[in-house]
């Protein structure tokens, strides 16, 4: 079964505004990563942030993780017509398991 | 090649017959993972490569399902007997670096073969 449950599961939002995505998993991880998915086709990956990291940033995403709640959060800042896109999270534990993703439409 | 490459991009297949789905990893990574995603759905594991250590084929849904991987580098998915339920896209992906079945580096996916039995 997938380990990671992003919420919420589709976010539709004005550009400029931010974008915030989060993530719930169940077991301990080495390490958790977002991807971003156009047109369900492949992945590119996006960020890493290991277990014994809080937050990371690159550009204008920022990541934190809390690994007490089993939670980490996607934060995407100023958004554009192009972060439209589903995003999802992926757990590296004893398995890789990608959530459920959550769907972002970003409205010009 | 500079990526991940999978082919066909697209396979119509009658129910029942058997189809092969390829994946070219990125030259010298060691790790390989197939991945299913129907429709509007997220990513559902099938099976994972490390290197010349057996493989874990955990996620695999049947027995009509199976992989390989040749010289540590291009790895064929099989669906033996397709059925309706298996249409989806494939997608593979390949990692430079891995802690036994942890990917301690990100994932490199290819496009992904979209599959359709009818």
């Known amino acids: 079964s997938q380990q990671g449950e992003e919420d919420p599961q589709a976010l539709s939002i004005q550009e400029g505004e931010n974008a915030t995505m989060n993530c719930s998993y169940k077991t301990s991880i080495n390490n958790l990563q977002w991807y971003r998915q156009n047109s369900g086709r492949g992945l590119v990956h996006l960020i890493l942030i290991r277990s014994n990291e809080r937050e990371k940033h690159s550009g204008r995403l920022r990541v934190t993780l809390d690994t007490s709640k089993k939670s980490s959060s996607l934060l995407i800042t100023a958004s554009r017509a192009a972060d439209t896109a589903s995003y999802f999270c992926a757990t590296a534990g004893n398995q890789f398991y990608f959530g459920t993703g959550t769907s972002l439409t970003v409205i010009p | 090649g500079a990526g991940v490459s999978q082919s066909p991009s697209n396979k119509v297949t009658e129910k029942g017959k058997d189809v092969e789905l390829r994946c070219d990893p990125i030259?010298?990574?060691?790790?390989l993972y197939w991945y299913r995603q129907s429709l509007g759905q997220g990513l559902e594991f099938l099976i994972y490569f490390q290197g010349n250590s057996a493989p874990d084929k955990s996620g695999l849904p049947s027995d009509r399902f199976s992989a390989e991987r040749t010289g540590g580098s291009v790895s064929t998915l099989t669906i033996q007997r397709t059925q309706q339920e298996d249409s989806a896209v494939y997608l593979c992906?390949?990692?430079?670096?891995?802690?036994?079945?942890?990917?301690?580096?990100?994932?490199?996916f290819g496009e992904g073969s979209r599959l359709t039995v009818l």
């Open positions: 030259s010298g990574h060691t790790a």
């Open positions: 992906a390949s990692s430079s670096g891995t802690s036994g079945g942890t990917p301690i580096a990100e994932l490199f």
